[in-house]
């Protein structure tokens, strides 16, 4: 594979959504995205950690996207979300092919959730698929007013979750959903990276009916990577 290589000159942007949160969105991130699809169509995809919620399968990202994203987002992660910068950052990530539809999942599937509560933490999603069946929301957990958990709310927010959950066992999903309130919404766009604290509430949000494939060439094909968040 040849060596993986961001765009020398991306669009970036900012948002700030909610009570002061911020999401930094890079446009065309890499310069060969063709090569990191040509490293997932090769993978072998299999399903996730037993340990994990992911609605799919996964494959192992090549370390060289993983030590490039390391090497590239430090200087946001210290400026945009104040992580100090001699940090030490430990880190993972995989492919992720959605496959299992909203009307599939579990409720712990369907609830917006995080990755960690753990201070200069974060997560990026890479959208890697042409015609793409979803985007990242992220939202305010209406019963707290929560939106980005860290270590002091954490055992707060996983209490309510927890008696929520319970409660929606054998509803509608839409009894899940109706527990958050979604604040800000990302459209996926093919080679468009966007990095957060992983600490704010989210989820990927599929579109209505949208097809889902088990085939990386076709499916809703992501690069998910993890900072800090162990």
């Known amino acids: 594979m040849t060596a993986l290589a961001l765009n020398p000159t991306p669009r970036i942007d900012i948002h700030t959504f909610g009570q002061d949160n911020q999401v930094l969105v890079v446009e065309d991130a890499l310069a060969n995205p ?4 040509a490293s997932a169509h090769r993978d072998s995809f299999g399903a996730p950690p ?26 946001p992660m210290a400026k945009v979300f104040d992580m100090p910068p001699d940090q030490r950052s ?41 015609d793409h069946p979803g985007g990242t929301s992220f939202y305010r957990h209406k019963s707290t007013g929560l939106e980005l958990i860290t270590p002091s709310v954490s055992a707060k927010f996983a209490f309510f979750r927890r008696q929520e959950l319970a409660q929606c066992e054998g509803q509608p999903l839409s009894a899940v959903e109706d527990l958050y309130e979604e604040i800000f919404h990302i459209e996926p766009k093919f080679n468009r990276l966007i990095l957060y604290r992983a600490g704010q509430i989210h989820r990927s949000k599929l579109k209505p009916g949208a097809a ?6 076709t499916g809703r094909l992501t ?3 993890f900072f800090n968040t162990e």
């Open 50 to 75: 037993p340990n994990s919620w992911y609605p799919g399968l996964v494959a192992t990202l090549p370390d060289t996207y993983l030590n490039l994203l390391l090497r590239e987002l430090r200087r």
């Open 34 to 37: 063709e090569d990191l699809l």
């Open 212 to 217: 889902l494939s088990s085939d990386p060439a």
């Open 90 to 130: 430990a880190y993972y990530g995989f492919f992720g092919l959605a496959t299992v539809r909203p009307d599939q999942m579990a409720p712990n599937q369907v609830a917006p959730h995080t990755d960690t509560s753990r201070l200069h933490s974060f997560a990026t999603v890479h959208y890697l698929s042409q």
């Open 223 to 225: 690069a998910n990577t």
